[in-house]
């Protein structure tokens, strides 16, 4: 987690509004339905447990996974009256759990933290043979801010590129590593959001600076140029005249072999 518990469980319910959109149209083109079996790894505090719940129905099964207690906890008032879903503490890229049994795997947003490879391998031993594996990453792009805060474009490229420290895991890579490992029928799709200040998801680059900041003032910036645009950031978040465009999240799916 970047921030405080409640500030970054904030954040990460955000997350997951602003990109139920395009979960749901991934979920609805693969066919997730009525009976399925269901992984969400590294689900935070929902991730896409309610869409799949509602999918699946009373005969199906949705199993979120996440390492932290908190999130967790969360999840579980958050799904409370969704009988369907269970909720299993594990660090990812392991799981615990069993081999074989899910018609569908999804992790979004976890392969810079878990590596792409390893957690690719754990998805596809999860998965049925016929099953569908799915992978959200960002692209390299970084988020974009208009009107941008002073030094904000200048920095925004390396915060991105520390938190792409994996190569393997931004979006176009992982349609190789899909490939390498022999799935099929592999599917790609590419989504930005829009919206101005205000929206809960524009919180995301004043996190984004606090989780490097660190890393940056190590790399030579200065503590007061980081201060002045922690507080430019974070009017940027509430300000509706400030026009924000997210970093592009790549989807990349398949099927493992029968």
């Given amino acids: 987690m970047l921030a405080t518990p409640d500030r970054e469980l904030g954040r990460l319910r955000a997350q997951a509004r602003a990109w139920a959109p395009a ?16 992984a969400d790894l590294g689900c935070g505090p929902i991730g896409i447990l309610d869409l799949l719940a509602r999918r699946v129905g009373r005969r199906g099964r949705v199993v979120g996974v996440d ?19 269970a909720l299993v503490p594990a660090t990812l890229p392991t799981t615990g759990l069993p081999r074989r049994g899910f018609d569908f795997v999804h992790a979004r947003l976890v392969g810079q933290e878990a590596g792409a490879g390893p957690l690719l391998d754990e998805m ?25 805060p002073a030094d904000y474009e200048r920095l925004a490229s390396r915060v991105t590129g520390r938190f792409l420290r994996r190569r393997s895991a931004i979006g176009p890579a992982l349609i190789e590593q899909f490939r390498r490992r022999g799935l ?6 590419v989504h930005r959001l829009e919206f101005r200040g205000g929206h809960p998801y524009a919180v995301m680059p004043a996190f984004a600076l606090a989780g490097a900041r660190t890393w940056l003032v190590a790399r030579g910036v200065p503590r007061p140029t980081l201060d002045r645009l922690a507080e430019a950031l974070e009017t940027a978040a509430t300000d ?6 997210s970093f592009p999240l790549w989807q990349v799916w398949a099927r493992r072999p029968t």
């Fill in 124 to 148: 596809i031993a999860l998965a049925r043979p016929g099953g569908w594996i799915a992978i959200e990453e960002p692209g390299r792009e970084p988020w974009t801010i208009d009107p941008a």
């Fill in 184 to 189: 099929r029928r592999i599917g790609s799709r």
């Fill in 23 to 38: 979960a749901a149209q991934l979920l609805d083109q693969l066919g997730v339905g009525p009976g399925w079996t269901c």
């Fill in 240 to 245: 509706r005249r400030v026009r924000h465009q």
């Fill in 67 to 85: 390492r932290h207690p908190a999130a967790l906890l969360t999840a579980l008032d958050a799904t409370r009256r969704l009988p369907n879903v």
